[in-house]
Nanobody, 124 residues
Framework: QVQLVESGGGLVQAGDSLRLSCAASGRTFKSYVMGWFRQAPGKEREFVAAINWSGGSTLYADSVKGRFTISRDNAKNTVYLQMNSLKPEDTAVYYC?????????????????WGQGTQVTVSS
């Protein structure tokens, strides 16, 4: 397993941008699929985006497609989530997750390691 620590959350206004980072420990980071999930108040945690080991393949939830971009820097053991054109409905705790597999996934049970989460609040 890897240890994950998210950062970069905060309070922004609608239309603003924010970049989340997730730093991973361990020498095998490159072999992991990485994902971002989010949980809004009173709602279940939901998939946001995922990226394969090389960064060559990505998946996005329909709600963020075209606004969010997931990327990774394997030399820095870090995955990013660039969030543009933020909306109040993007307000949530954002979690980074790691999957010890080469295959992309979107379901929570497919990810074995999780960070503690970082709060993103978008005001209207």
């Amino acid at each position: 397993q890897v240890q994950l620590v998210e950062s970069g959350g905060g309070l922004v206004q609608a239309g603003d941008s924010l970049r989340l980072s997730c730093a991973a420990s361990g020498r095998t980071f490159k072999s992991y699929v990485m994902g971002w999930f989010r949980q809004a108040p009173g709602k279940e945690r939901e998939f946001v985006a995922a990226i394969n080991w090389s960064g060559g393949s990505t998946l996005y939830a329909d709600s963020v497609k075209g606004r969010f971009t997931i990327s990774r820097d394997n030399a820095k053991n870090t995955v990013y989530l660039q969030m543009n054109s933020l909306k109040p409905e993007d307000t949530a705790v954002y979690y980074c997750a790691a999957r010890n597999s080469l295959a992309l996934a979107t379901r929570e049970p497919d990810f074995g390691s999780w960070g503690q989460g970082t709060q993103v609040t978008v005001s209207s």
